[in-house]
C-alpha cells in the first residue's frame, strides 16, 4: 500500500518514461519469424514466441478529447503532461518521432479463441488459430509507477499480425464507450483495466458496418464512414486467458520444441505481474500452478457476482476477453441492464449463453480453458492433476456461495433466502422493472410499493400483482429485523454500497458520441463525472436527466437496445 504522503509526483514526459520497466518483453520470447518480416503490419501466422514487435500507426492531427481525472491523480500524473508533445505523440500511437523512450517500439500478443468452452481454430485466416491475438491493440509502454507496475495499451493503435485484413483502427463511438465505462466500472467498486486518455482525429475515417437511423434490424445495414480514434487502456497486464490456452494448445501437441517452455514462461510471468503476493517465488511449479488456479477462481468468481450485482453484462465473454488477472477487460458489445431480464444481452452475435445470468456458466466455461491450458505442465505427476481437476471441478459451488453473498447484500439480508429471491425475480419479470432504479429503491426501506412504481415501465393496474408485491415487501420486512428509525437508516447506507443510483445506460452513451463526432465533447465529461460518482444522491438535476428508466422510443432500435460487433 503506497502511502498518500510519500507519492510522486510526475511532472513531465521524461520523469514518466524514467520509470519504465518493460518486463514482459524483456523475460519473454520475441516471435523469432519479426525480424524477416518488415514492419509486421500485415496479416501471418505466428508459430511461437510470446510477443511481436509492432510499432503503432499514429492517428493523423489528433484532437484531444478527454483524459480520466481519478486515474491521472492516483498515478501521481500532472495534468501538464497533457501539454507535452511527447506525451500526446506517444498515446495517440506517433512513438517513432520520441527521441527518449527506452522501447520505441510496441508489442502485440497471440491468443487462442474459445467460445463457450469449445476450442476453435478457423476464426484466424489460415484456418490455424496461428493468426488469431491483438488485431489493434499495442502496448507501448511498461512502467512501475509509485510501487504499482502497470502496462499502457493503444487500442485502435493500427496493424498487427493479427489483424486478419482489418485496418487495425477503433472508431471514435467504440472508443467513448470503452472510455466512459472504464472508470465508471472502477467507481462501481469492480475490478477493471482502466482509461489514461481519448484522442480522435478528423484527418483519418475508416468504413465500418452499422444500422440505419432508428431500424430495429438486427444485422447492420449500410458501411459508414466514421472517424478514427485511440484510447489508451491501462492495467496490471493484458495477460488473457485465451493467451495462456495458445500456450497450452501448443503444448499439448507439441507443435514446436519450446512449447512447453514458452507455456510455463508465460505462466510463471502471469504469476509475477498478478499473482506474486499469494503465490512465492522459491514454490515448486506445481505448487504455483495450483495456487494459481485456486486464485484466479477466486478472483474470476468475485468477479461475475459483483457484475451482476450492478447490471452488467460482458455480451461475447469468450476466453479471450476474460483477463487472467481476474479483472474485467474488453469493453466491446457490453451493456448494464435497464428493464430486467434474466436473458438480457445487447449483442446481436452474443446469443443466450453470454446473457446476463448465464454469466456465472460462461466464466466456468472459461475456467476450465484455463485448467485445461495449465495440465501439460503437471503431466508427469497423477496427483498433482487429480488436485488441480478437484478446483476444477469446484468452481460452480464457489460461484453459487458468491453470488448468494451478493444477492442477501443486495437485498440487505444477512442470510441468502431463497424463497424471498425466487419471487422477487418472478415479479421483477412479470412487472417489466428497471433493475437499477428498483434496488435503490429498495435500498429506500420505503414503506409500501408506491415508490417502486418510479421503476416499473408499465402501469400497475393488475390488482394480483399489486397483491403480490405488497406481500412480498411485507415477507422482506419481516427478513430485515429493520425495529428503529436508527437501524432502518444504518441498513439503508449500507444497501446503498450495493445498490449503485447512477448505471451507464446505452442511450447515454449514444448521446455522447454522437455529439463528439459534431466535435461536441461536453457530454463525455458530463457522463464522466456523474458516472464516476454511481453511489453518490448528486444534484436534483442530475437526477432528473440520468435516474430514469429507458426511454420507450428506444426499445428494439439499433444500436441502443441491441448492437454489433463492429468497432
Same mark, same amino acid.
Given at each position: 500500500?503506497?502511502?498518500?504522503?510519500?507519492?510522486?509526483?510526475?511532472?513531465? !514526459?521524461?520523469?514518466?518514461?524514467?520509470?519504465?520497466?518493460? /518486463?514482459?518483453?524483456?523475460?519473454?520470447?520475441?516471435?523469432?519469424?519479426?525480424?524477416?518480416?518488415?514492419?509486421?503490419?500485415?496479416?501471418?501466422?505466428?508459430?511461437?514466441?510470446?510477443?511481436?514487435?509492432?510499432?503503432?500507426?499514429?492517428?493523423?492531427?489528433?484532437?484531444?478529447?478527454?483524459?480520466?481525472?481519478?486515474?491521472?491523480?492516483?498515478?501521481?500524473?500532472?495534468?501538464?503532461?497533457?501539454?507535452?508533445?511527447?506525451?500526446?505523440?506517444?498515446?495517440?500511437?506517433? *512513438?517513432?518521432?520520441?527521441?527518449?523512450?527506452?522501447?520505441?517500439?510496441?508489442?502485440?500478443?497471440?491468443?487462442?479463441?474459445?467460445?463457450?468452452?469449445?476450442?476453435?481454430?478457423?476464426?484466424?485466416?489460415?484456418?490455424?488459430?496461428?493468426?488469431?491475438?491483438?488485431?489493434?491493440?499495442?502496448?507501448?509502454?511498461?512502467?512501475?509507477?509509485?510501487?504499482?507496475?502497470?502496462?499502457?495499451?493503444?487500442?485502435?493503435?493500427?496493424?498487427?499480425?493479427?489483424?486478419?485484413?482489418?485496418?487495425?483502427?477503433?472508431?471514435?463511438?467504440?472508443?467513448?464507450?470503452?472510455?466512459?465505462?472504464?472508470?465508471?466500472?472502477? &467507481?462501481?467498486?469492480?475490478?477493471?483495466?482502466?482509461?489514461?486518455?481519448?484522442?480522435?482525429?478528423?484527418?483519418?475515417?475508416?468504413?465500418?458496418?452499422?444500422?440505419?437511423?432508428? &431500424?430495429?434490424?438486427?444485422?447492420?445495414?449500410?458501411?459508414?464512414?466514421?472517424?478514427?480514434?485511440?484510447?489508451?487502456?491501462?492495467?496490471?497486464?493484458?495477460?488473457?486467458?485465451? =493467451?495462456?490456452?495458445?500456450?497450452?494448445?501448443?503444448?499439448?501437441?507439441?507443435?514446436?520444441?519450446?512449447?512447453?517452455?514458452?507455456?510455463? $514462461?508465460?505462466?510463471?510471468?502471469?504469476?509475477?505481474?498478478?499473482?506474486?503476493?499469494?503465490?512465492?517465488?522459491? !514454490?515448486?511449479?506445481?505448487?504455483?500452478?495450483?495456487?494459481?488456479?485456486?486464485?484466479?477462481?477466486?478472483?474470476?468468481?468475485?468477479?461475475?457476482?459483483?457484475?451482476?450485482?450492478?447490471?452488467?453484462?460482458?455480451?461475447?465473454?469468450?476466453?479471450?476477453?476474460?483477463?487472467?488477472?481476474?479483472?474485467?477487460?474488453?469493453?466491446?458489445?457490453?451493456?448494464?441492464?435497464?428493464?430486467?431480464?434474466?436473458?438480457?444481452? /445487447?449483442?446481436?452475435?452474443?446469443?443466450?449463453?453470454?446473457?446476463?445470468?448465464?454469466?456465472?456458466?460462461?466464466?466456468?466455461?472459461?475456467?476450465?480453458?484455463?485448467?485445461?491450458?495449465?495440465?501439460?505442465?503437471?503431466?508427469?505427476?497423477?496427483?498433482?492433476?487429480?488436485?488441480?481437476?478437484?478446483?476444477?471441478?469446484? !468452481?460452480?459451488?464457489? *460461484?453459487?456461495?458468491?453470488?448468494?453473498? *451478493?444477492?442477501?447484500?443486495?437485498?440487505?439480508?444477512?442470510?441468502?433466502?431463497?424463497?424471498?429471491?425466487?419471487?422477487?425475480?418472478?415479479?421483477?419479470?412479470?412487472?417489466?422493472?428497471?433493475?437499477?432504479?428498483?434496488?435503490?429503491?429498495?435500498?429506500?426501506?420505503?414503506?409500501?410499493?408506491?415508490?417502486?412504481?418510479?421503476?416499473?415501465?408499465?402501469?400497475?393496474?393488475?390488482?394480483?400483482?399489486?397483491?403480490?408485491?405488497?406481500?412480498?415487501?411485507?415477507?422482506?420486512?419481516?427478513?430485515?429485523?429493520?425495529?428503529?428509525?436508527?437501524?432502518?437508516?444504518?441498513?439503508?447506507?449500507? $444497501?446503498?454500497?450495493?445498490?449503485?443510483?447512477?448505471?451507464?445506460?446505452?442511450?447515454?452513451?449514444?448521446?455522447?458520441?454522437?455529439?463528439?463526432?459534431?466535435?461536441?465533447?461536453?457530454?463525455?465529461?458530463?457522463? =464522466?463525472?456523474?458516472?464516476?460518482?454511481?453511489?453518490?444522491?448528486?444534484?436534483?438535476?442530475?437526477?432528473?436527466?440520468?435516474?430514469?428508466?429507458?426511454?420507450?422510443?428506444?426499445?428494439?432500435?439499433?444500436?441502443? /437496445?441491441?448492437?454489433?460487433? /463492429?468497432?
Amino acid at each position: 500500500m503506497i502511502n498518500e504522503n510519500n507519492k510522486k509526483n510526475i511532472e513531465t !514526459f521524461d520523469e514518466l518514461i524514467n520509470l519504465s520497466d518493460y /518486463s514482459f518483453i524483456e523475460n519473454l520470447n520475441s516471435d523469432p519469424n519479426a525480424k524477416y518480416n518488415g514492419d509486421n503490419k500485415f496479416p501471418r501466422e505466428v508459430f511461437s514466441g510470446h510477443y511481436v514487435p509492432v510499432s503503432p500507426t499514429a492517428i493523423k492531427e489528433p484532437i484531444y478529447i478527454s483524459h480520466s481525472i481519478d486515474f491521472f491523480k492516483e498515478l501521481g500524473f500532472s495534468e501538464n503532461l497533457l501539454k507535452s508533445d511527447d506525451f500526446i505523440k506517444l498515446f495517440s500511437g506517433d *512513438m517513432s518521432n520520441i527521441s527518449n523512450l527506452k522501447q520505441n517500439q510496441g508489442w502485440a500478443t497471440g491468443y487462442a479463441l474459445s467460445i463457450y468452452g469449445r476450442e476453435y481454430y478457423a476464426q484466424c485466416p489460415f484456418q490455424t488459430g496461428n493468426g488469431y491475438g491483438d488485431g489493434r491493440a499495442i502496448s507501448v509502454l511498461e512502467a512501475v509507477i509509485n510501487g504499482k507496475r502497470w502496462e499502457f495499451q493503444l487500442k485502435g493503435g493500427g496493424k498487427t499480425p493479427y489483424c486478419r485484413g482489418a485496418d487495425g483502427r477503433a472508431v471514435l463511438r467504440s472508443s467513448v464507450r470503452e472510455f466512459l465505462a472504464q472508470e465508471h466500472m472502477h &467507481s462501481l467498486g469492480i475490478p477493471t483495466s482502466r482509461s489514461l486518455t481519448l484522442f480522435t482525429s478528423k484527418k483519418e475515417q475508416v468504413s465500418r458496418p452499422w444500422f440505419k437511423e432508428k &431500424s430495429s434490424s438486427y444485422e447492420p445495414e449500410l458501411m459508414i464512414e466514421e472517424d478514427v480514434a485511440i484510447t489508451t487502456r491501462v492495467a496490471s497486464s493484458f495477460i488473457r486467458v485465451g =493467451q495462456i490456452e495458445l500456450f497450452g494448445r501448443r503444448a499439448r501437441k507439441n507443435e514446436h520444441k519450446n512449447a512447453l517452455k514458452e507455456l510455463e $514462461m508465460i505462466v510463471l510471468h502471469l504469476i509475477y505481474r498478478e499473482y506474486k503476493e499469494v503465490i512465492k517465488e522459491d !514454490f515448486s511449479l506445481q505448487e504455483k500452478v495450483l495456487l494459481l488456479a485456486q486464485s484466479f477462481q477466486d478472483r474470476l468468481t468475485s468477479l461475475v457476482a459483483n457484475w451482476i450485482k450492478v447490471g452488467y453484462c460482458q455480451g461475447n465473454f469468450n476466453s479471450d476477453n476474460c483477463a487472467a488477472g481476474g479483472f474485467t477487460l474488453d469493453y466491446g458489445p457490453f451493456g448494464f441492464i435497464e428493464m430486467f431480464e434474466p436473458k438480457y444481452q /445487447s449483442w446481436t452475435g452474443g446469443g443466450v449463453h453470454f446473457s446476463f445470468f448465464n454469466q456465472p456458466i460462461a466464466a466456468f466455461k472459461n475456467f476450465k480453458s484455463f485448467c485445461s491450458a495449465l495440465k501439460p505442465l503437471l503431466s508427469s505427476n497423477k496427483e498433482v492433476l487429480e488436485e488441480l481437476e478437484k478446483i476444477e471441478n469446484n !468452481f460452480s459451488k464457489v *460461484m453459487q456461495e458468491k453470488m448468494q453473498n *451478493m444477492w442477501a447484500n443486495k437485498l440487505g439480508l444477512d442470510k441468502f433466502d431463497v424463497e424471498l429471491f425466487d419471487e422477487l425475480i418472478n415479479l421483477m419479470i412479470d412487472t417489466k422493472v428497471d433493475y437499477t432504479i428498483f434496488f435503490r429503491e429498495l435500498s429506500n426501506i420505503p414503506d409500501d410499493i408506491s415508490s417502486f412504481e418510479k421503476s416499473f415501465y408499465g402501469n400497475l393496474k393488475d390488482e394480483n400483482i399489486k397483491l403480490r408485491w405488497s406481500s412480498w415487501l411485507e415477507n422482506w420486512k419481516v427478513k430485515i429485523n429493520v425495529n428503529d428509525e436508527e437501524s432502518k437508516q444504518k441498513l439503508s447506507n449500507q $444497501m446503498k454500497l450495493a445498490n449503485p443510483k447512477y448505471t451507464l445506460r446505452e442511450w447515454h452513451l449514444v448521446w455522447a458520441y454522437k455529439e463528439a463526432e459534431k466535435g461536441n465533447y461536453k457530454p463525455i465529461k458530463e457522463l =464522466q463525472e456523474i458516472m464516476t460518482n454511481p453511489y453518490s444522491e448528486q444534484t436534483k438535476e442530475i437526477e432528473e436527466k440520468y435516474y430514469t428508466k429507458k426511454p420507450k422510443d428506444f426499445f428494439g432500435i439499433a444500436g441502443i /437496445s441491441h448492437v454489433s460487433c /463492429s468497432s
